[in-house]
Nanobody, 122 residues
Framework: QVQLVESGGGLVQAGGSLRVSCAAS????????MGWFRQAPGKEREFVAA????????YYADSVKGRFTISRDNAKNTVYLQMNALKPEDTAVYYC???????????????WGQGTQVTVSS
C-alpha cells in the first residue's frame, strides 16, 4: 500500500513563491515515478511535473517550466514542488501522484494524495 499526503498549500500573491510537500509511506519508493497534477475548478486534471524517486530526469508542463521545480528528500520520503513566480492561473488543488512510470495522463498514475489547495491572488 502506498499513501501520499500533501501539505503546504495556501494563499499567496501573484509573483510570490510557495512549496508544497508530499509525504509518502507504505512501501519503498526507489523504483516509483513521482509527480504532481493540479486541478482548477471546473477544469480537467493537468500534469505539472514528474520525476523518478531515484532521481534523474525531470519533466514539466510548458506552463510551469522555468518557474516550478520538483525535488525529493529520500531520508524523509518526501517529494516537493517549489513554485516560484506564481500566477493567478496557477490556482488549483495540487495532487501528489505515484506510479510505475512517468506519464502525462492522469488516469495512468496508480496512487493519488488528497490534494492541497494553492490560491494565487492578483
Amino acid at each position: 500500500q502506498v499513501q501520499l499526503v500533501e501539505s503546504g498549500g495556501g494563499l499567496v500573491q501573484a509573483g510570490g513563491s510557495l512549496r508544497v510537500s508530499c509525504a509518502a509511506s507504505g512501501r519503498t519508493f526507489s523504483n516509483y515515478a513521482m509527480g504532481w497534477f493540479r486541478q482548477a475548478p471546473g477544469k480537467e486534471r493537468e500534469f505539472v511535473a514528474a520525476m523518478r524517486w531515484s532521481g534523474g530526469n525531470t519533466y514539466y508542463a510548458d506552463s510551469v517550466k522555468g518557474r516550478f521545480t520538483i525535488s525529493r528528500d529520500n531520508a524523509k520520503n518526501t517529494v516537493y514542488l517549489q513554485m516560484n513566480a506564481l500566477k493567478p492561473e496557477d490556482t488549483a488543488v495540487y495532487y501528489c501522484v505515484a506510479g510505475s512510470m512517468v506519464v502525462l495522463t492522469a488516469r495512468r498514475w496508480d496512487y493519488w494524495g488528497q490534494g492541497t489547495q494553492v490560491t494565487v491572488s492578483s
